[in-house]
C-alpha cells in the first residue's frame, strides 16, 4: 500500500481525545461528589470523600496517558508478534471472572483485588481487533502469493464467537453487543462478502432476539424506551430523568456543579448516563461540543485508516476507531432515548477506570499507526515524536 515512512503523529487526533478526557474529569468531579457522600448499608457514605470517583478516574487516566503515549512511541506492527500472547491472556481473564468474578447490576464483568478491578471484557475489544487485523493481513499476504486461492474467513468468525460466548456468559448483553458490532466493522472492513453478512445475520439476530426477549428486565427495557413515561418510576425511571436532566439544561446550562438530576433522581449519573448531567450543567452547547469532538475523531479516524501503509495497519485503526465510536453512538442513543438502556459507558467522559484505560490505549495505538501513514500530514496537523 506504501512505503512505511515515520512522522508526527495526528495533532486534530490527540487534541480532540485530550479535550474529551478533560471534560470527562469535570464531569467525573461533578456527577459523582454527592454519590460518593451518600449513606449507603447504614455507613455515613461509600467513600467518605466527595472527590473519591474523580481521584480514581484521575488515577486511571493518568495511567491511561502514560500507556498511551508509550504505544505512540512504538512500531505498531510489533504487535503482530504479541497477538497470541494478548489474545490468550484475554480468554484466561474471561474465562477467570466467570470463576470470580465480582456481580455488579447483575453482571459477573469485574475481576477485584486490593480495591483494585479490571473488566476483561473492555480489553477483549482490543485484542479482538488485533488478532483480526494480523489475521487478515496474513490471508491477504498469502492469495497474492498464490499460496492460498482465497482469504477463510470461518477462523476469524470463530474467534469472535468465541468472545462473545465468554462476554455474553457474564449476563453483560452490552458489552457482547458492542463487540458483535465492532466485529462486524472489522470483518466488513476486510472485504467479507455479502453471503457471509447475510449468514452471520440469520444467525445472531435470532440469538439477539432471544437474549431479550427470554430476560424480562432486558424486554422492558426495550419496549419501555419508545415513551419512558409511560412507567417514569418503574422500568422507564432511568431514561425520563435523563430526558428531563436534559430538558432543564436549555442552551447554556444550570452551570457546572449545579445540576439537580445527581441528587439521587438520575441513577448511574457518573457512569453510563453523564452525558445527562453534562447536558444539564452545561446545556445545548456543551452537548455539541462533545459531538463535534466525536465527530473529529471520527473523521481523523477514517483519513489515517485511508493512508495506512499496509492492511494491518489499515483494519487496526478501523477496530481501534469502532471500539472508540460505536461505544459512544450507543451511549449517546440510549441517553437521548433513541435506543433501550443497555448500559453501555461514553468513553473519556463516563467513570469507570477500565473502560478509560483499554479507551486510551486505542488511541495510542490509531496515533502510533498515524505516524506512518503514506501520505504527510500538513505540519498543522503533526506531532513530532521521536
Same mark, same amino acid.
Given at each position: 500500500?506504501?512505503?512505511?515512512?515515520?512522522?508526527?503523529?495526528?495533532?486534530?487526533? @490527540?487534541? %480532540?481525545i485530550?479535550?474529551?478526557?478533560t471534560i470527562?474529569l469535570?464531569?467525573?468531579?461533578?456527577?459523582?461528589?454527592?454519590?460518593?457522600?451518600?449513606?449507603?448499608?447504614?455507613?455515613?457514605?461509600?467513600?467518605?470523600?466527595?472527590? /473519591?470517583?474523580?481521584?480514581?478516574?484521575?488515577?486511571?487516566?493518568?495511567?491511561?496517558?502514560?500507556?498511551?503515549?508509550?504505544?505512540?512511541?512504538?512500531d =505498531?506492527?510489533?504487535?503482530?508478534? *504479541?497477538?497470541k500472547?494478548?489474545?490468550?491472556?484475554?480468554?484466561?481473564?474471561?474465562?477467570?471472572?466467570?470463576?470470580?468474578?465480582?456481580?455488579?447490576?447483575?453482571?459477573?464483568? *469485574?475481576l477485584?483485588?486490593?480495591?483494585?478491578?479490571? &473488566?476483561?471484557?473492555?480489553?477483549?475489544?482490543?485484542?479482538?481487533?488485533?488478532? +483480526?487485523?494480523? =489475521?487478515f493481513?496474513?490471508?491477504?499476504?498469502?492469495?497474492?502469493?498464490?499460496?492460498?486461492r482465497?482469504?477463510?474467513y470461518?477462523?476469524a468468525?470463530?474467534?469472535?464467537?468465541?468472545?462473545?460466548?465468554?462476554?455474553?456468559?457474564?449476563?453483560?448483553a452490552?458489552?457482547a453487543?458492542?463487540?458483535?458490532?465492532?466485529?462486524?466493522?472489522?470483518?466488513? %472492513?476486510?472485504?467479507?462478502?455479502?453471503? *457471509?453478512?447475510?449468514?452471520?445475520? /440469520?444467525?445472531?439476530?435470532?440469538?439477539?432476539?432471544?437474549?431479550?426477549?427470554?430476560?424480562?428486565?432486558?424486554?422492558?427495557?426495550?419496549?419501555?424506551?419508545?415513551?419512558?413515561?409511560q412507567?417514569?418510576l418503574g $422500568?422507564?425511571?432511568?431514561? /425520563? &430523568?435523563?430526558?428531563?436532566?436534559?430538558g432543564?439544561?436549555?442552551? @447554556?446550562?444550570?452551570?457546572?456543579?449545579?445540576?439537580?438530576?445527581? =441528587?439521587? *433522581?438520575?441513577?448511574?449519573?457518573?457512569?453510563?448516563?453523564?452525558?445527562a448531567v453534562? /447536558?444539564?450543567?452545561?446545556?445545548?452547547?456543551?452537548?455539541?461540543i462533545?459531538?463535534? +469532538?466525536?465527530?473529529?475523531?471520527?473523521?481523523?479516524? =477514517?483519513?489515517?485508516?485511508?493512508?495506512?501503509?499496509?492492511?494491518?495497519g489499515r +483494519? @487496526?485503526?478501523?477496530?481501534?476507531?469502532a !471500539?472508540?465510536?460505536?461505544?459512544?453512538?450507543?451511549?449517546?442513543?440510549m !441517553?437521548?432515548?433513541?435506543?433501550?438502556?443497555?448500559?453501555?459507558?461514553?468513553?473519556?467522559?463516563?467513570?469507570g477506570?477500565?473502560?478509560?484505560?483499554?479507551?486510551?490505549?486505542? %488511541?495510542?495505538?490509531?496515533?502510533?499507526?498515524?505516524? $506512518?501513514?503514506?501520505?504527510?500530514e500538513?505540519?498543522?496537523?503533526?506531532?513530532?515524536v521521536?
Open positions: 500500500m506504501g512505503k512505511r515512512k515515520r512522522h508526527g503523529a495526528d495533532l486534530m487526533l @490527540l487534541g %480532540a485530550l479535550v474529551l478526557l470527562g469535570l464531569m467525573v468531579f461533578s456527577a459523582s461528589s454527592i454519590e460518593a457522600m451518600l449513606p449507603k448499608n447504614g455507613n455515613p457514605g461509600e467513600f467518605g470523600n466527595p472527590l /473519591a470517583f474523580f481521584y480514581r478516574q484521575s488515577v486511571a487516566a493518568g495511567i491511561g496517558l502514560v500507556l498511551m503515549f508509550a504505544i505512540l512511541r512504538q =505498531y506492527r510489533k504487535l503482530i508478534g *504479541w497477538k500472547i494478548i489474545f490468550s491472556a484475554t480468554i484466561i481473564l474471561l474465562v477467570l471472572v466467570l470463576i470470580a468474578g465480582e456481580s455488579r447490576n447483575g453482571n459477573k464483568a *469485574w477485584g483485588a486490593g480495591g483494585f478491578s479490571l &473488566q476483561p471484557s473492555e480489553m477483549a475489544k482490543l485484542s479482538l481487533v488485533i488478532m +483480526l487485523a494480523a =489475521y493481513e496474513r490471508e491477504e499476504r498469502l492469495v497474492k502469493r498464490g499460496k492460498k482465497k482469504i477463510s470461518v477462523p468468525i470463530i474467534q469472535v464467537v468465541l468472545i462473545l460466548v465468554l462476554v455474553g456468559l457474564e449476563g453483560d452490552g458489552s453487543g458492542v463487540i458483535c458490532l465492532i466485529a462486524a466493522v472489522v470483518l466488513f %472492513a476486510a472485504g467479507i462478502p455479502w453471503a *457471509w453478512i447475510g449468514a452471520l445475520a /440469520a444467525v445472531l439476530v435470532p440469538v439477539a432476539v432471544l437474549a431479550v426477549t427470554t430476560v424480562g428486565y432486558r424486554l422492558k427495557r426495550f419496549t419501555v424506551f419508545l415513551d419512558p413515561f412507567d417514569p $422500568y422507564g425511571f432511568q431514561q /425520563a &430523568q435523563a430526558l428531563l436532566a436534559i432543564s439544561g436549555g442552551l @447554556l446550562g444550570v452551570g457546572l456543579g449545579d445540576g439537580k438530576s445527581k =441528587y439521587l *433522581w438520575l441513577p448511574e449519573q457518573h457512569n453510563d448516563f453523564i452525558f453534562l /447536558a444539564e450543567e452545561m446545556g445545548f452547547i456543551g452537548g455539541i462533545v459531538f463535534t +469532538l466525536f465527530a473529529i475523531v471520527l473523521y481523523r479516524v =477514517y483519513e489515517i485508516s485511508k493512508k495506512a501503509p499496509d492492511t494491518f +483494519l @487496526l485503526v478501523t477496530g481501534m476507531g !471500539v472508540l465510536l460505536v461505544e459512544a453512538l450507543v451511549n449517546l442513543a !441517553v437521548l432515548d433513541v435506543f433501550p438502556v443497555v448500559g453501555v459507558t461514553l468513553p473519556f467522559i463516563s467513570y477506570g477500565s473502560s478509560l484505560l483499554f479507551k486510551l490505549i486505542a %488511541a495510542g495505538i490509531i496515533l502510533n499507526v498515524s505516524r $506512518y501513514t503514506v501520505e504527510e500538513n505540519e498543522g496537523q503533526e506531532l513530532a521521536s
